[in-house]
C-alpha cells in the first residue's frame, strides 16, 4: 500500500509560480511512476505529467509544456511540481497519483493523493 500527500497549493496570480510536492509512504521498491493529474470544476481529471522513479522518463501534456516542470527526491520519496507562468485556465484540484505504469491514463494508477487547491486569478 502506497500512500500519497500533496502541499503546496494557494492562490497565485496569473504569470506566478507555485511548486506542489508529493510525497510517498510505503514505497518500498524504486519502479514505477509517479504522476500528477488535475481536475477543475465540471470537468474531467486530466494528465498533466508523469515521472519513473527512476528519473528517466517524463512526459507532459500539452498545455503544460514549456511551464510546468516535474522532479523527485528519491532519498525523501517526494516528486515535485514546479508550475510557472501559471494562467487562469490552471486553476484546479492537483492529484498526485503513483502505480507500476507509466502512463498517461488515470485509470493505471492505484494510489492517489487527496489534492490540493491551485486558483490563478487574471
Known amino acids: 500500500q502506497v500512500q500519497l500527500v500533496e502541499a503546496g497549493g494557494g492562490l497565485v496570480q496569473a504569470g506566478g509560480s507555485l511548486r506542489l510536492s508529493c510525497t510517498a509512504s510505503?514505497?518500498?521498491?524504486?519502479?514505477?511512476?509517479v504522476a500528477w493529474f488535475r481536475q477543475a470544476p465540471g470537468k474531467e481529471r486530466e494528465f498533466v505529467t508523469a515521472?519513473?522513479?527512476?528519473?528517466?522518463?517524463?512526459y507532459y501534456a500539452d498545455s503544460v509544456k514549456g511551464r510546468f516542470t516535474v522532479s523527485r527526491d528519491n532519498a525523501e520519496n517526494t516528486v515535485f511540481l514546479q508550475m510557472n507562468s501559471l494562467k487562469p485556465e490552471d486553476t484546479a484540484v492537483y492529484y498526485c497519483a503513483a502505480g507500476r505504469a507509466y502512463s498517461t491514463l488515470k485509470s493505471l494508477y492505484p494510489y492517489w493523493g487527496q489534492g490540493t487547491q491551485v486558483t490563478v486569478s487574471a
Open positions: 510505503g514505497r518500498t521498491d524504486s519502479g514505477g511512476a
Open positions: 515521472l519513473t522513479w527512476s528519473g528517466d522518463l517524463t
